[in-house]
C-alpha cells in the first residue's frame, strides 16, 4: 500500500503536477491521521473494556466481602444485645434481692463475660489503586471511609476487652465462680458463635464446682455491680456505632448490585 501511494506520487511529480501532487499529499496525511484516530479508538476501546471487566470482577469480590462482613457484624450486633439484657436483669436482681435465681445468674454473668468483637474482611483497594476501577463516585468515597469507620466500633469493644480482661474476670475468678460459668459455656455451646466453621461443636464437662457458689455475695459486691454497669454501657455504645456501619454496608451493598446489573 505504501508502495502505491509512493508510486502515485512519483508521477505526479515526474509530469509536473505539483499542485495535484500538493492536494494528494495532503489527502494522504489526512488519511494517515484518520488511520491514526481510528487505532487509538480501538485501542481505547479495548483497554476500556479490560477495564470495565476489571470493574465487573471487583464489584462481585465487594459484594462477597461486604455480604460476609454484614453477616459477621449481626452476629455481634445480636451478642452485644444478650449481653446488655443479661447486665440489665443482673442489675435488677442486685437491686432486688428477692429476685435472685442461683441457675439464672450464673446464664447471665456468662454472657457478660462474652468479648464480641468485628472483624471485618479488609481489602486492598485503597492502597493498590484499584478503587480507580470503580467509576462510582458514591461508592468509591464510601469505599474511601470504610477502614475509619470500622475503627469507631472496634475501639468500643476494645475497650470493654480491657476492662474484661484485667479486672472483671480476674475478680470471677477470685470469686470461684469461673469453673461454673465455663462449664455452662461448654453445655450451652455459647462458644459456637467464635468458630471458624458454622455448626462446629466443641464439647467438654468441666462438672460445677463443688464449693457452695455464693451469688448474693457476689451480687452485693460493689466493684460485680461497677463492671456490669460498664458491661452494658460498653455493649450499648458499640452497637450504636455498629448499627450506623451496618447502615453504611447495606448502602455500599445496594450500590454494587446497582453497578452490577449495569
Avoid at 471485618?120 to 469505599?143: H, T, W
Wanted: aromatic share 6%.
Amino acid at each position: 500500500m505504501i508502495k502505491f501511494f509512493r508510486k502515485i506520487r512519483k508521477n505526479l511529480l515526474s509530469e509536473g503536477k505539483t499542485a495535484k501532487y500538493f492536494k494528494y499529499a495532503i489527502g494522504e496525511i489526512v488519511l494517515v491521521v484518520i488511520g491514526i484516530m481510528i487505532a487509538l479508538s480501538i485501542n481505547n476501546w479495548n483497554e476500556d473494556r479490560k477495564e470495565r471487566a476489571q470493574e465487573q470482577e471487583l464489584l462481585t469480590q465487594l459484594q462477597s466481602e461486604f455480604k460476609s462482613n454484614l453477616e459477621q457484624l449481626d452476629q455481634k450486633i445480636e451478642m452485644r444485645k444478650q449481653k446488655i439484657s443479661a447486665s440489665l436483669k443482673l442489675l435488677h436482681n442486685i437491686d432486688y434481692p428477692e429476685t435472685r435465681d442461683t441457675d439464672s445468674i450464673i446464664i447471665y454473668i456468662g454472657h457478660t463475660a462474652v468479648s464480641p468483637t468485628f472483624d471485618p474482611i479488609v481489602n486492598d483497594i485503597n492502597s493498590s489503586g484499584r478503587i480507580q476501577l470503580l467509576q462510582n463516585r458514591n461508592l468509591k468515597e464510601r469505599l474511601a471511609r470504610w477502614t475509619s469507620e470500622v475503627i469507631q466500633v472496634t475501639e468500643e469493644e476494645q475497650a470493654w476487652m480491657l476492662v474484661r480482661n484485667n479486672e472483671y474476670m480476674p475478680m470471677l475468678a477470685q470469686k470461684g465462680i469461673l469453673r461454673n460459668l465455663l462449664n455452662r459455656y461448654w453445655k450451652d455451646n455459647v462458644l459456637a458463635s467464635f468458630h471458624l466453621d458454622k455448626g462446629t461443636k466443641t464439647e467438654i464437662d468441666l462438672g460445677n464446682s463443688a464449693k457452695k457458689i455464693e451469688v448474693s455475695k457476689l451480687l452485693d459486691d460493689e466493684q460485680f455491680e461497677s463492671h456490669i454497669a460498664q458491661c452494658a454501657s460498653y455493649a450499648k455504645i458499640a452497637n450504636s456505632q455498629a448499627m450506623s456501619l451496618r447502615q453504611r454496608i447495606v448502602e455500599m451493598l445496594d450500590l454494587i448490585e446497582q453497578d452490577l446489573n449495569e
